[in-house]
């Protein structure tokens, strides 16, 4: 149980394009997911906590508007990068807890990973 | 705290042997603590947890202590198998259930 799925699992693409990155929770309802940065041999960099039916929470020095959440269901949330540049290409992940009240943890996703050419 | 632009610290085990990976806290306010394995080009796998109202929790092959005293938290794998080979992150829940804080992680390397 508790399975999230990410797609795409890879990304390349030119210099100004938008990407949109799905992540699904397959066999449970999420209230709140989470996207992640992960640049090579480091830990995970918490981008924005996402609420289904309301406005992500970004963190310090993340572009919201560079950055689009979207969180319509209580099985899907996307990252869309906008006008992406070279400097925006990481591995990109996210993680989904299950409804419910109680400490538990989240569950990941295989991650995005994206090249910007 | 977030950790930034550190490079991971390697523990090298012989298969068989017993692996001990550490893990310091920085918020004591911190009440639950998720320890995970993410292999390459993977997103990080749920290992075990516990609450800061525990000292020690069992899983299969796997013992997670904490020791709130000192911030310190650590991971036990027993009989280490090369499919233990990964990087093991240790995180901490704080403010309310929505924010985890991931430590450095530690890369866990299995000599056969």
């Known amino acids: 149980g508790a399975v999230v799925s990410q797609h795409p699992s890879w990304v390349i693409c030119k210099s100004g ?16 997911m989470f996207w992640y940065r992960q640049f ?39 990252l869309t990068v906008t006008s992406a540049h070279p400097e925006d290409s990481s591995f990109y992940i996210c993680s989904a807890r299950a409804y419910g009240t109680g400490l538990q943890p989240q569950h990941f996703g295989d991650g995005t990973r994206l090249s910007i050419l | 705290g977030e950790s930034v632009g550190l490079h991971l610290p390697t523990l090298s085990v012989q298969e068989g042997d017993n692996s001990i990976i550490n893990c310091a806290y920085s918020n004591s306010a911190s009440d639950y603590f998720i320890w995970y394995k993410q292999e390459s080009g993977k997103g990080p796998q749920f290992i075990i947890d516990i609450r800061s109202n525990m000292d020690k929790r ?55």
């Open chain 1, 17 to 32: 394009t938008s990407v949109k990155i799905e992540c699904r929770s397959l066999d449970f309802q999420a209230t709140t």
């Open chain 1, 40 to 78: 090579p041999k480091q830990s995970l960099m918490l981008m924005a906590t996402s609420n289904e039916g309301s406005k992500a929470t970004y963190e310090q020095g993340v572009e919201k508007d560079k950055f689009l959440i979207n969180h319509a269901s209580l099985t899907l949330s996307t």
């Open chain 2, 58 to 112: 069992q899983g299969q092959r796997v013992t997670v202590l904490l020791n709130k005293t000192v911030k310190h938290l650590s991971l036990q794998i027993a009989a280490t198998q090369p499919g233990d080979s990964a990087v093991y992150f240790c995180a901490e829940n704080s403010g309310g259930y929505q924010k985890v804080t991931f430590g450095i992680g530690t890369k866990l390397q299995v000599i056969p």
